[in-house]
């Protein structure tokens, strides 16, 4: 895109430089010669990226100017051009967040201890999903933090604050923590952020997590923030992800898990075309009542599973 706009500058400036010469020609005569306004451009172009410099007529106060927008358009191409390859370079953004966060009830979590203590609990938990998308960029160390925005009228003045809370998630071993940790992280291979509610949660939005009553809020956001260091770069790399709980960020269900395959590529493990979906509901036991599965969404109580990070 770079390259087609100063391609276009060098036209512009080569059109008005043969329109703005002195010459007895008449204007006709002037651009009937291709050939000639072509290596005019092209000249104007090399001046346009620092490499050459136009000739202008000295008493031409045109020429003088187009000269002038040519050379200082040279000085800062490149400068530019340098600017915006070290931002892509060093601005890595390797995950892929599914699009919303999945609410099902804490059963449901692929740690076997946590999931058995909330077999006969209704209490709810939160999937955040995400996945590395670089074939060839190995990333380590990876933390992920959790916490919750939310505005509430200040006791003082009524005024609105903004409030924030840190929210535990499950560590490697099921158990709440302060931030989930990964040695490394597998080329494509999703990994799940679990975020126990604490609560049932029969409908969105929900209204309490983590002890915290969220009636009385406003713009309640959820954040998940990764950080990670590269390998062989050694480069610190973040990224983050918001879900609004007002916006359709959040749904019940149990997430479509991916299922492993060593003897095929990441890329082509079954359940990719269904990462953004949820598990099909699973029929509620003939006798059981409405409010006793609505906690769970519509993922009822699948089996706990270790198919994935």
Request: a neutral charge.
């Amino acid at each position: 895109m770079t390259l087609g706009g100063l391609a276009a500058l060098a036209v512009v400036i080569a059109a008005l430089w043969t329109l703005t010469e002195h010459s007895d020609r008449s204007l006709a005569d002037r651009f009937t010669e291709p050939e000639r306004i072509f290596d005019l451009s092209l000249a104007v172009l090399r001046a346009c990226v620092g490499t050459d410099s136009l000739s202008p007529e000295p008493d031409s106060t045109a020429h003088q100017l187009l000269a002038t927008v040519a050379s200082v358009t040279g000085s800062l191409v490149p400068a530019v051009l340098l600017g915006i390859v070290l931002i892509k370079m060093f601005a890595l953004r390797p995950f892929v967040w599914r699009r919303r966060a999945s609410i099902s009830l804490a059963s449901t979590a692929d740690f076997p201890k946590y999931a058995q203590r909330h077999t006969e609990s209704q209490d709810a938990i939160i999937a955040v999903r995400f996945y590395n998308r670089f074939d060839n960029l190995s990333v380590v160390d990876l933390r992920a933090r959790a916490h919750l925005r939310y505005l509430e009228r200040s006791p003082h003045d009524n005024s609105l604050v903004i409030y924030k809370k840190w929210l535990k998630v499950l560590d490697e071993e099921g158990e709440p923590a302060d931030e989930r940790y990964w040695l490394a992280v597998e080329r494509g291979a999703p990994f799940t952020v679990w975020i126990p509610v604490e609560a049932p949660v029969r409908e969105l939005p929900f209204t309490k997590i983590q002890g915290k009553d969220l009636s009385d809020s406003s713009g309640v956001k959820l954040l998940v923030r990764l950080t990670a260091r590269t390998v062989r770069l050694g480069t610190e790399v973040a990224d983050e992800r918001w879900f609004d709980l007002d916006a359709g960020d959040f749904e019940q269900g149990r997430f479509v898990p991916l299922q492993p395959d060593p003897d095929r590529d990441v890329w082509q493990w079954n359940g990719w075309r269904n990462f953004d979906r949820l598990l099909p509901p699973v029929p509620s036991p003939r006798g059981e009542s409405e409010g006793e599965t609505a906690a769970g969404g519509a993922a009822g109580r699948p089996r706990p599973s270790r198919r994935d990070g």
